[in-house]
């Protein structure tokens, strides 16, 4: 496994000055870098080098960057961070359910981009050996057990998976219909409004004042965030 300061990342970005930019930074920060310029590019060295973490600016030419991140998603469970230039592409990147673990909006600072990767590549690690926690939230992938603190908290199948995809994407803000397609499947004919149902009963069990939440938000005409 893989430690985090030790990755190989692969970053694929059309403008050259900003790649070189980022190699150059993420290489000082003692991580091994493998460029592309292009999303054919990317796919064929994600294939050939099998990277630790993926950084893939949307717009690509050819093979842009949110086909290249569901490519890579059905092949393996690789991190990857979308580079997106217009704050209102976000709600696009994430409903689109493209597999992403997470997005920075340009223009970002690089060590909010470090701080970023060092995260995704903690919760692939978590992942990796079966293990997700949040604060004081512990799921356990391989047993279907969760706890909170020493307190273990029965789950229904819905609720365990609902809650494994929001602490997999830990700080990230999911849509209702981002989590309608990775937690219900794409056939889901229900209300979409199940997920705050699901929601409200995750807090009901997890929180301890569940209206004062200190796990799970609700980022208000977005949709839901695990902190």
């Known amino acids: 496994m893989t430690k985090p300061e030790s990755a190989r990342i692969l970053i694929v970005e059309d403008e050259q000055i900003l790649l070189d930019l980022l190699a150059q930074h993420l290489q000082k920060e003692g991580y091994a870098v493998i ?3 292009s999303g054919e590019e990317g796919l064929e060295l994600a294939r050939s080098q099998h990277p630790d973490l993926c950084v893939l600016d949307v717009m690509l ?19 990857i961070i979308l580079l ?19 997005y920075v909006v340009k223009p970002f600072s690089l060590p909010e981009l470090t ?12 992942r990796n050996s ?11 992938l391989m047993a279907h057990r969760v706890f909170v603190g020493e307190r273990e908290v029965k ?13 997999r994407n830990r700080g990230v ?13 794409y056939d889901f004919n229900g209300d979409i409004r199940t997920v705050d149902v699901h929601i409200r009963w995750l807090r009901e069990k997890l929180e301890e004042d569940p209206a004062n939440p200190k796990h ?8 839901y965030r695990m902190d």
């Open 35 to 37: 460029t592309a310029q």
């Open 173 to 185: 803000v999911l849509s209702r219909e981002a989590l309608i397609s990775q937690v219900w499947g």
């Open 84 to 102: 997106t230039a217009r704050a209102s592409e976000i709600d696009r990147v994430i409903g689109l359910d493209t597999g992403a673990d997470d």
């Open 130 to 140: 079966g293990l997700l926690r949040v604060g004081d939230v512990m799921l356990d």
């Open 115 to 126: 701080a970023r990767i060092r995260a995704a590549l903690r919760r692939s690690l978590q």
């Open 155 to 167: 789950l229904t199948p819905k609720e365990f998976e609902l809650l494994a995809t929001l602490m």
């Open 61 to 79: 030419p050819g093979l842009d960057g949110l086909s290249l991140c569901r490519i890579l998603r059905r092949e393996s469970n690789v991190p």
């Open 216 to 223: 799970l938000h609700t980022v208000r005409g977005v949709g």
